[in-house]
């Protein structure tokens, strides 16, 4: 059984019944779809929290973003890697982008997937309001470049991903297709859809707290 939870406007839980490969286990699906905020990182921390309370089989962030603010991101990073149920990213549908906050969500994720027609990157940090001028704003940019960049690199790292595409996409803004996603080793696998998702998973092995499952 999937279990879908969608955040739009406000918080809608829907139930979606289906067979899957994973039989009685159930899988919860977090659509999210638009800008990572506290809202939607306190949203997207409690479905977690509630997986792994009821020893759900896995979880799924199914997801549309340009991205978001530093802290919520973090937020949604730090409940993913206290997570006991593995967690899978997924951009989807066709069309989808994960941008920002959003790269960084699907690098720390167990497990990382696109959708044919979607695109990753462009996660070098946005100056909202800089303190300082000139040359002092050009240090505490290039602060925060360095920090971001250094922990996107951990966290690619962590899972076995391309840290050095990880990092350009800090540095230089890169940006890449599903299938060059793919190739480069940013993500773990290429799926048409939710189903495809979840049959793709059901034989493949999860590093979950130093242990294969």
Do not use: C
């Not at 799924?60 to 973090?74: A, C, E, F, K």
């Not at 250094?150 to 790292?157: D, F, G, N, P, Q």
């Not at 890449?176 to 979840?198: F, G, Q, T």
């Amino acid at each position: 059984m999937i279990i879908l939870r969608s955040l739009f406007v406000v918080l809608l839980p829907l139930l979606v019944w289906t067979t899957n490969a994973f039989g009685t286990g159930r899988i919860i699906v977090i659509e999210v779809d638009g800008v990572i905020n506290p809202v939607v990182a306190e949203f997207m921390a409690n479905e977690i929290h509630n997986a792994n309370k009821f020893s759900e089989e896995l979880i799924v962030i199914q997801m549309d973003t340009p991205g978001g603010l530093d802290p919520s991101m973090r937020k949604i990073i730090k409940a993913i890697q206290n997570s006991k149920v593995p967690v899978a990213s997924f951009i989807s549908p066709s069309g989808s982008r994960a941008a920002s906050a959003g790269v960084f969500i699907a690098i720390a994720s167990h497990i990382s997937a696109m959708e044919p027609g979607t695109k990753i990157g462009a996660a070098h940090p946005v100056k909202l309001m800089v303190g300082g001028e000139g040359e002092q704003a050009k240090i505490i940019e290039d602060k925060v470049v360095n920090d971001t960049s250094t922990y996107i690199r951990s966290l690619a790292e962590q899972r076995g991903r391309n840290a050095h595409w990880a990092e350009l996409s800090v540095r230089k803004n890169v940006s890449v297709s599903a299938e060059e996603a793919k190739r480069l080793n940013v993500i773990d696998l290429l799926a048409a859809n939710l189903d495809s998702l979840v049959l793709a998973l059901d034989t493949r092995e999860v590093k979950l707290g130093g242990n294969i499952i």
